[in-house]
């Protein structure tokens, strides 16, 4: 009996690898905490035990904010769980950034799939920083998904893209760190000389919109009384 190669056949084999790539990152999640996982647990721990979401951690917590609902959603019993779900949620939507970015690039039927996939199969999100419980791959997502939005907005010359990307690009700071903003303004840079949209990008809603990239910061130094030491 042969087995005919349509598209339907074609589609659903595609989903399989993507279904079979997710499951395969929660395979080690009961292994011991790697490296600088420790860290992110012993602050984890003591966010749930004082209740200080804001002063118990040296960097902006966003990463650790998560990962405390989770564990107060679900009371995994095991520090490293809430940790490493919040990682791979965080990848598995970068994947989907990745599908969307293929998809409007190469305007081919499965290639969103393709896209969504080849991130997944990536060596680094599959075999370490994809799951480990770093800030990384939220700090990522966030990156990668700011920078598709900016391509968007220049792409097709739509506000609610670049919207999307300025709101992205604050939750990236709020995750880690300043350099999330180097990432944005290089992107932003590139796209604007490659496409000429030099008009779209210098549209007042879009000005104001640019001066948002800064509100995360801003209310970060807020919370700590104007430190900038930790970011």
């Given at each position: 009996m042969r087995l005919a190669i349509t598209e339907s056949n074609?589609?659903?084999?595609?989903?399989?690898?993507?279904?079979?790539?997710?499951?395969?990152?929660?395979?080690p999640i009961h292994i011991q905490l790697i490296g600088e996982e420790s860290v992110y647990a012993?602050?984890?721990?003591?966010?749930?035990?004082t209740g200080d979401y804001v002063n118990a951690f040296f960097r902006p917590?966003?990463?650790?904010?998560?990962?405390?609902?989770?564990?107060?959603?679900f009371d995994f019993g095991a520090i490293e769980m809430p940790l490493r779900i919040?990682?791979?949620?965080?990848?598995?939507?970068?994947?989907?950034?990745?599908?969307?970015?293929?998809?409007?690039?190469?305007q081919k039927e499965h290639a969103g799939l393709v896209g969504a996939l080849v991130f997944l199969t990536l060596a680094e999100?599959?075999?370490?920083?994809?799951?480990?419980?770093?800030?990384?791959?939220?700090?990522?997502?966030?990156?990668?998904?700011?920078?598709?939005c900016v391509w968007l907005a220049?792409?097709?010359?739509?506000?609610?893209?670049?919207?999307?990307?300025?709101?992205?690009?604050?939750?990236?700071?709020?995750?880690?760190?300043?350099?999330?903003?180097?990432f944005f303004i290089t992107t932003l840079v590139v796209v604007v000389c490659a496409y000429q949209s030099w008009r779209f990008f210098l549209r007042p809603i879009n000005l104001f919109l640019s001066l948002c990239i800064m509100v995360a910061p801003i209310v970060w130094a807020f919370l700590h009384g104007g430190s900038a030491e930790s970011t």
């Open positions: 074609v589609r659903w084999f595609y989903w399989l690898l993507l279904g079979i790539a997710a499951l395969w990152m929660f395979l012993v602050y984890l721990q003591k966010m749930l035990q917590p966003l990463f650790l904010w998560v990962s405390s609902g989770l564990e107060k959603l919040t990682s791979i949620l965080s990848s598995l939507l970068a994947s989907c950034f990745a599908a969307l970015f293929a998809h409007k690039v190469f999100i599959q075999c370490w920083y994809g799951w480990l419980g770093y800030a990384d791959a939220m700090f990522l997502f966030f990156i990668f998904s700011s920078m598709v220049a792409q097709f010359q739509k506000v609610h893209w670049y919207a999307l990307a300025v709101l992205l690009i604050n939750a990236a700071f709020f995750t880690k760190a300043l350099t999330a903003y180097a």
